[in-house]
Structures are given as structure tokens and as C-alpha cells.
């Protein structure tokens, strides 16, 4: 019990240091969805009980992981000291395995939550898990808020704590050795929720209910490599702190909101503004082409309250605003006004490459490169002599082979990760990016297949290109000759 008491009070101990951290995550995540009365209630009424303006926060944050989900490419290097055939075969193996690892856990898809995790709260996390069935690790992103990670000085995570909340109901099914006790304290205390902790030093992995007795057990287990199963990587800061990109906008969101809705206020004054009369009329008739009759129809008017041209400028100031924080240009959403051929087409793509999103990819490289240290060092030593089947798709081309953990990944945790051409562009403009260079003359169509997005086998795909442009070419000159058979 003194193990779970240690436990406990070392996730609350991480946890209060990280307490402005996930308060600034909850008004980040109210506002995104929707819910902006809970970070200041005073800013509506019962006229408008809720946001009145599009919520560019949001809106930004999808672009961004549009972005910033693109899986780079994952490769393992030959031997520095071995050019031959064999070794970069060799190398060539332990790639597909590794990307085995991604593509079974279909990271590709999960990377849309890591990214907006990422770009939102400021740090991507993913726990490296055993698949017994399969016989092999499993990546799963998760949730990056209330996750309270601790870095050694090479940036690797050490330790992390977690704190999330369950539905008695779900803890039951998930571990149901802990029927008894759940069912049990729940029926007491009539509660439907509970809070759970969940710690891994490396050492042991540890799942708890701190609100049962000294800390109801859920899931413990010694770790199997002696190295942290959850990699948590954050966004570059000046000063260490994790901050999403949003925690300075949120209140910049708000005023344009509450702008607006005094703008239209001040509208709905102007319309509904009350008569100015003369004193010989007694009666005023209200409505469409309502008549007023009066010996003085200079004096009858509406009193002028004019909305003043400053409070639409402050909306567009408030939008501008938000967008310069978040460092988003419009371009960024995919919209091009522009041929992709043409200088204004240049200068749309420099609207559409952002510096974040460049330096975020950066950032997340050292991302893959632990996750994948973190699945090799689980497959060696859990799995180190099985032979296991791998399958996949590599630049459109099908492989299939069997491989040995011990003896073909042969210890070797680095990996080289890189984006290639598409750095800092969201698939969109990678595409017109590209198209650009081969116009130019600087990129072969060879090439622009290769760094297409997607698996593509660019050997297969020219071939289909010549096939049809000769279909075309034959077709065009049968009907020419038939042409000029006719004629004569």
C-alpha cells in the first residue's frame, strides 16, 4: 500500500506544477468548442446566449493539422563503415519494418488528433503498448492535456503522469478484476464517475483510483525495457513552458465577439430609434407605408443614432489580430486565388508556407525518432526470437517477408526522418509547390511523383502515363488520316 501511496502523491505532485498549464488548456479547449461562456460569463446575455462570429480558433487549428498530420518519411540507415549491397539491404528491412509499426497501428489516421493535440495544447503524446495478439508494439496517440510529462537533458521522456476521468461503467468492462470494489464503492457513494491516475517511471506502470481507500489498483506491471512507454514531445518555447498556440488569442476571441454583438446592438438602435414630431401630431401609425399627417413635415423624422465606422474596422482588427498570433495566412486553409503557373502563384504559395508549421514538423521528427526507439526496444525484448510476418506498401509497391527482432533489427534505434519538399506547406500547396518545380524544368515528373502525398509507385504510374498518351496519339492520327482519306 505504501508503493500506491507513492504513487498518488507523485501524480499530484506533478500535476500541481502543471496546474496554470491545464487551466489555460481548459479555456483553449471551451472555446474551441463553443462553450465561451465558460471562460467569461458576463460576455453574454439572454439575447445572445451564445458566440455570434465564426470561431477562428477552431478554424485555425484544423488548418494546422491538415498540415501537420502528413506522415514524414521514416528510414534506417546502413552502417557508416559498410557501403556494400548487403547492408543497405539490411537497412532496407528494418525501414519497412519499422513503418510496419505505423502503418499496423495506422498512425497516418491518429496523427489528425496528435496534431491537433499538438498545435492546441502545445505537445503531442503517444503510449507505446504491447499487442500480444499480433506480437508486436502499438502506437496510440492520446489526449494531451492533464498529461504531465518529465524530460532528461536529451529531451527524452522520463516519466509521465496522467489524470483522466472514467465512467464506472467502462472501468468495469475494461478491468473487470476490479468489478468487486468499483460496483461496490460506486453503490456507497452513488458515484458514476471516477478519476483515475495513471503513472510509468520507466521502472513500473502504474493504473489507480485514488478515490478508493488508499488507491484501488487497476493495472500494474514492471516495464518491460526500462524506459518510459509514453513519449510526449512539446512545442518549442522561449522558456520551456508548454503553451499551445492559442493561449495568448483566447481573449482576443472574445472581445471581437463581444464587438460584434454591441455593433449590432447599436444597428438594432439605429432601426428601432424613436420619432421626432412636431407638436401637432397626436397619434403616430406605426409599420410599412404607415402616414403621419403634420402642418410641419420638416420636423418628422427618425432620431439619427449612426453606427459609428470604427466598430466594423475593430472586427476586422480583432480577426487580423488572431490571425497574425496564430501565424495563419488565408492561403494556409488551401484556397489559391492564383494560377499555379503564374508569379501571383508564387506569391500565394508564400502565403501558404508558414514558418510554424516548418518549425513544428521540425519538432515533430524528434517525435518519431522516440516513438520508434520505443517500438524497437519493445519488440527486442519481448519478442526477440519469434519470427513475425510483415506486410505493407512502400512507395506503391507491395512486400511481404518474415524477420527475427534480435537478429534484424540488430539493436539499432536511429532512424533518419524528414517531410522532403513538403516542410511547412499542408498538402495543397506541397502539390502546386511541386508542380511549380516541374514547370520550371528543376524537378522531373519521376521525382514529383515520388513526393506526391500518399503511396504512390511513380516506375508504374509513368509507364500507364506513356501507355495512354500513345493510345491518345494513335487515336488522333486514325482520325486524321481518315480525314484526309475523305477529302480526297
Known amino acids: 500500500m505504501a508503493f500506491d501511496k507513492d504513487v498518488s502523491q507523485r501524480v499530484t505532485l506533478l500535476r500541481e506544477h502543471y496546474t496554470h498549464r491545464d487551466a489555460v488548456a481548459s479555456r483553449v ?31 485555425q487549428a484544423r488548418h494546422a493539422t491538415a498540415a501537420l498530420s502528413t506522415m514524414p518519411m521514416i528510414r534506417c540507415r546502413a552502417s557508416v563503415n559498410s557501403a556494400s549491397q548487403r547492408a543497405k539491404d539490411r537497412a532496407d528491412k528494418r525501414t519497412k519494418i519499422v513503418n510496419h509499426y505505423f502503418d499496423a497501428s495506422r498512425v497516418e489516421f491518429q496523427m489528425q488528433l496528435g496534431a491537433d493535440q499538438f498545435y492546441s495544447f502545445g505537445m503531442i503524446v503517444a503510449e507505446i503498448v504491447p499487442d500480444f495478439e499480433k506480437q508486436m508494439p502499438e502506437i496510440r496517440v492520446r489526449q494531451a492535456d492533464h498529461v504531465y510529462p518529465v524530460w532528461d537533458s536529451y529531451l527524452r521522456t522520463v516519466e509521465v503522469a496522467q489524470v483522466f476521468e472514467k465512467r464506472c461503467v467502462d472501468l468495469v468492462a475494461q478491468y473487470p478484476e476490479a ?12 458515484r458514476t464517475h ?10 513500473n506502470i502504474t493504473v489507480l483510483i485514488p478515490a478508493i481507500g488508499d488507491g484501488l489498483i487497476l493495472h500494474q506491471m514492471k516495464n518491460p525495457i ?10 518549442h518555447t522561449v522558456d520551456g513552458y508548454i503553451r499551445g498556440a492559442f493561449d495568448d488569442l483566447i481573449y482576443a476571441q472574445l472581445a471581437r465577439n463581444e464587438v460584434q454583438m454591441l455593433t449590432l446592438e447599436g444597428i438594432r438602435d439605429a432601426i428601432e430609434a424613436p420619432f421626432v414630431l412636431p407638436t401637432d401630431v397626436a397619434n403616430v401609425a406605426i409599420g410599412p407605408k404607415a402616414v ?6 420638416q420636423g418628422a423624422r427618425r432620431l439619427p443614432m449612426e453606427v459609428t465606422p470604427q466598430a466594423f474596422s475593430a472586427v476586422e482588427h480583432f480577426e487580423s489580430e488572431m490571425h497574425k498570433g496564430g501565424i495563419s495566412p488565408p ?20 502565403g501558404g508556407y508558414s514558418q510554424q508549421i516548418a518549425m513544428d514538423q521540425q519538432t515533430l521528427m524528434g517525435f518519431f525518432r522516440e516513438a520508434t526507439a520505443v517500438c524497437i526496444l519493445m519488440d527486442m525484448a519481448l519478442w526477440p526470437d519469434v519470427k ?52 520550371g524544368g528543376l524537378y522531373s515528373k519521376d521525382t514529383v511523383l515520388r513526393e506526391l502525398p500518399g503511396n504512390i509507385n511513380a516506375t508504374d504510374e509513368l509507364s500507364k502515363v506513356a501507355v495512354e498518351a500513345s493510345r491518345d496519339a494513335l487515336l488522333a492520327a486514325v482520325q486524321g488520316l481518315a480525314q484526309s482519306v475523305a477529302s480526297l
Open 292 to 297: 403621419i399627417r403634420t402642418n410641419n413635415p
Open 331 to 350: 492561403a494556409l486553409g488551401g484556397s489559391l486565388d492564383a494560377s499555379v503557373v503564374t508569379g501571383k502563384g508564387i506569391q500565394e504559395l508564400m
Open 179 to 190: 468489478e468487486y470494489e468499483l460496483k461496490q464503492h460506486s453503490g456507497m457513494t452513488g
Open 29 to 59: 479547449l471551451s472555446v474551441r468548442r463553443g462553450d465561451w461562456d465558460k471562460v467569461d460569463p458576463d460576455a453574454f446575455s439572454d439575447q445572445y446566449p451564445r458566440p455570434i462570429v465564426a470561431n477562428v480558433i477552431d478554424e
Open 226 to 235: 526500462g524506459r518510459c512507454l509514453t513519449v510526449c514531445v512539446a512545442k
Open 388 to 439: 513475425k510476418k510483415c506486410e505493407g506498401v512502400k512507395n506503391g509497391s507491395d512486400y511481404d517477408f518474415t524477420y527475427t527482432p534480435e537478429a534484424d533489427l540488430e539493436g539499432k534505434t536511429e532512424v533518419d526522418v524528414n517531410y522532403g519538399t513538403s516542410t511547412g506547406m499542408n498538402p495543397n500547396q506541397h502539390v502546386v509547390y511541386l508542380l511549380q518545380l516541374m514547370s
Open 194 to 203: 471516477y478519476e483515475v491516475y495513471r503513472h510509468d517511471d520507466g521502472k
